[in-house]
């Protein structure tokens, strides 16, 4: 069973075009993350919810930008995409912040032509 | 600053073969640590998760050692198979956050 759906795992997108990624858990987890990993590299964090507190890393660009609408479903806005922006981005879940394991979804590789 | 350090960067066995893969961190205090795999464009699936007190745990063919004095711990794959070629990453937790250290992973290739 399905614990974290990310859509799509593929997505191709334009330099400078919007694009919007999107992930969904069936787990019921407070806090949300999102990563940015690109080859050969460790998972870079961007983001993580949590509950509806948002919390920015220090280094992760304006163009990125991210929304929570509900427990189960976050977004990660990339408002304008640039060449160095592909890559593949990971969302995870844990329970709260006392419970460390994380659960990834399958990422979804996006390419920027 | 909490580092997680893996080595080696990539390592190619014969199916079949043992192999052993490093993890070497700084985070403090220590709250746990997690081996994960992560096939080619997939997302990490955890394999073992280890607090202060265990000094090992077995996943069938995977065997997670840790040494909280010396902050190392080791992932063991016995009997390797192909299925096994995949990027293993070693994920530390505590440091005051909870926000885990990701090491960079240890890429390893499986050939028949």
């Known amino acids: 069973d399905a614990m974290v759906i990310q859509n799509p795992r593929y997505q191709v997108t334009q330099f400078g075009k919007p694009v919007t990624l999107s992930c969904s858990q069936t787990l019921n987890h407070n806090v949300m993350y999102w990563y940015q990993q690109k080859s050969s590299q460790a998972p870079k964090l961007l983001f993580h919810y949590y509950d509806k507190d948002f919390n920015n890393e220090a280094d992760t660009p304006d163009n990125f930008q991210s929304r929570r609408p509900n427990t189960s479903f976050c977004f990660l806005d990339i408002r304008s995409p640039g060449l160095g922006d592909a890559a593949m981005y990971l969302c995870a879940t844990s329970r709260d912040a006392t419970d460390y394991e994380q659960y990834f979804g399958p990422g979804t590789r996006l390419t920027v032509t | 600053k909490n580092q997680v350090e893996q080595s080696p960067q990539s390592l190619i066995i014969l199916e079949g073969k043992n192999c052993t893969l490093q993890c070497n961190y700084t985070v403090s205090p220590f709250s746990n640590l997690r081996w994960y795999k992560q096939d080619t464009g997939r997302g990490p699936v955890s394999l073992t998760i280890m607090t202060f007190s265990e000094n090992t745990k077995s996943n069938g063919r995977y065997t997670a050692t840790l040494d909280a004095d010396t902050k190392q711990s080791s992932l063991h794959i016995t009997a390797s198979q192909l299925s096994d070629s995949a990027s293993y990453i070693c994920?530390?937790?505590?440091?005051?956050?909870?926000?885990?250290?990701f090491g960079r992973g240890t890429s390893l290739i499986v050939h028949p």
């Open positions: 994920v530390v937790s505590g440091g005051g956050s909870y926000i885990p250290t």
